[in-house]
């Protein structure tokens, strides 16, 4: 029975229990290699080609558009340097933002090195950006725009419809830009159809959804090239070569499959999301939050980021800790760098308010007196914090 209260989400979920069941049956029976003729390596294949089409399916996409990958980060990975590579005949300018998560960001960086031209775009101070100067950054050389959907810091839901129409005038009849979106902390929160937007690629991560960690996948639009990453066996269509993660690909099967009804597990989410958000707004002197207010169209339903002034973040998260409240002061992925601020610091935020910054990410197992328990247990935490300094 749980005896706390789990609110990061954004870096990653409790594995569902059929989640759980599937990558236990798969390791125990269905342990055959995919690539082997026999019927233990046929059942493992069918199990992969299961898992693809449930991918698919969230996606309203074709199983063959799905190459399965160790996660998000390598989901990014693959699509732009895959995408720049194979396209750097016809132009080495990218375009991307200044809050994409760390493993496209970080990703654009190396290109540089690598005589590529990036544009960094900016943002509004609710880590939106800015479309008009993504239209005044297309140049004849431009091949790759890389943007996420829902930043993974502040939930600033990018406005993908404003972009793609941006894109699908700059394209013309010459089929570039190609268009990545980084797509992990949409899976299970938000639609996405990226056959109707033009995109061309999608990163998504089981873990993020409830479920395996070290799975993802990366739609990959019929027609557009990529040069592969890592070589070796021809998996994935020739794409990610290395032995699938069978037990763990059947997992991310099973959790998209638990995906039913998207709209309604939005509400649920962002219903606990302006309780929150308004219930420490108004019971908190001295809070601020970092990205959309509740009921704006750019508000992902599952993540907020809020500052204390006069509290670091780090010691009001250890504090909440010791009350059996789990949350985070920004991305996993770089919470233990200097880095970690890049995303505020975008947005405007003063040195203190990036200092003071919690994040809280719910998912669909959250409830209402959880959150009411947060609220109360964070104005005791921070009014005693407080009284320290």
């Not at 799975?215 to 040069?227: K, M, P, Q, S, W």
């Not at 269509?237 to 032995?243: F, L, M, V, Y």
Request: net charge neutral; aromatic share 4%; hydrophobic share 35%.
């Amino acid at each position: 029975m749980k005896n706390h209260i789990y609110l990061d989400n954004a870096a990653t979920t409790r594995p569902a229990p059929n989640v759980i069941e599937t990558v236990v049956q798969c390791l125990e029976n269905i342990y055959g290699n995919p690539s082997s003729v026999h019927r233990l390596g046929v059942e493992a294949e069918k199990v992969v080609a299961r898992a693809r089409e449930a991918v698919a399916r969230i996606l309203k996409a074709d199983p063959k558009e799905i190459i399965f990958t160790s996660g998000g980060s390598e989901s990014n990975n693959l699509a732009i340097k895959g995408s720049a590579y194979s396209l750097a005949n016809r132009g080495k300018h990218i375009i991307t933002t200044s809050i994409e998560h760390a493993s496209v960001y970080s990703v654009c960086q190396d290109l540089e090195e690598d005589g590529f031209t990036v544009t960094y775009l900016p943002v509004n101070e609710q880590g939106i950006v800015k479309v008009e100067e993504l239209e005044k950054a297309l140049r004849e050389d431009t091949i790759l725009v890389t943007i996420m959907h829902v930043n993974n810091e502040t939930g600033a839901v990018q406005p993908l419809e404003e972009i793609a129409k941006i894109i699908k005038k700059a394209r013309g009849d010459k089929k570039l830009p190609v268009w990545h979106v980084d797509a992990v902390q949409t899976l299970g929160k938000l639609p996405l159809n990226p056959k109707k937007l033009g995109i061309n690629f999608v990163s998504l991560s089981a873990h993020k959804a409830h479920g395996p960690k070290g799975t993802g996948a990366l739609y990959i639009a019929d027609g557009t090239t990529v040069r592969p990453q890592i070589s070796g066996g021809g998996q994935e269509r020739g794409i990610r070569s290395g032995t699938e993660n069978v037990p763990a690909i059947a997992g991310f099967g099973a959790a998209v499959s638990n995906i039913k009804d998207i709209k309604q597990d939005s509400r649920h989410m962002a219903a606990l999301r302006e309780l929150l958000v308004e219930g420490i707004l108004e019971n908190i002197p001295g809070t601020r939050l970092n990205g959309p207010p509740p009921g704006s169209q750019h508000a992902a339903p599952h993540i907020a980021n809020i500052s204390f002034a006069g509290v670091r973040g780090e010691v009001l998260l250890h504090y909440l800790e010791g009350e059996g409240i789990y949350v985070s002061t920004g991305s996993a992925c770089s919470s233990r760098k200097e880095s970690e601020h890049r995303v505020l610091r975008s947005m405007g935020l003063k040195e203190e308010e990036m200092e003071g910054a919690i994040r809280f990410s719910f998912s669909t197992q959250n409830t209402e007196e959880e959150v009411k328990t947060v609220i109360k247990k964070l104005k005791e935490s921070v009014k005693e914090l407080r009284s320290f300094g």
